[in-house]
Nanobody, 124 residues
Framework: QVQLVESGGGLVQAGGSLRLSCAAS????????MGWFRQAPGKEREFVAA????????FYAAAVKGRFTISRDNAKNTLYLQMNTLKPDDTAVYYC?????????????????WGQGFQVTVSS
């Protein structure tokens, strides 16, 4: 089992920045590829970004590429999502997730462990 706890969300104006953190406990964090997903009201949960277990490779959804950066600190068992140039369309509950493989996962079904979610609201 892996326990994931997100923090760092909140309210920000359009054009602003936020950094989300996801603290992991339980099994060995460095063995797990990680991802960020988000779910806006009335919409499906969608992929945002993913990173390999080593942190050497990452992948982004087209909607956030160039604005968001995923990273991880395996010594601190923590995953990050730096969000810049935020837009009202980025408003959602953001979730971090872990999968039982070291390589990237781009779909919800590939992730076995989820955090509780954290609200990010971008005002216009």
């Amino acid at each position: 089992q892996v326990q994931l706890v997100e923090s760092g969300g909140g309210l920000v104006q359009a054009g602003g920045s936020l950094r989300l953190s996801c603290a992991a406990s339980g099994r060995t964090f460095r063995n797990y590829a990680m991802g960020w997903f988000r779910q806006a009201p009335g919409k499906e949960r969608e992929f945002v970004a993913a990173i390999t277990a080593s942190g050497g490779s990452s992948f982004y959804a087209a909607a956030v590429k160039g604005r968001f950066t995923i990273s991880r600190d395996n010594a601190k068992n923590t995953l990050y999502l730096q969000m810049n140039t935020l837009k009202p369309d980025d408003t959602a509950v953001y979730y971090c997730a872990a999968r039982d493989k070291a390589i990237l996962g781009l779909t919800k079904a590939e992730y076995a462990y989820w955090g509780q979610g954290f609200q990010v609201t971008v005002s216009s």
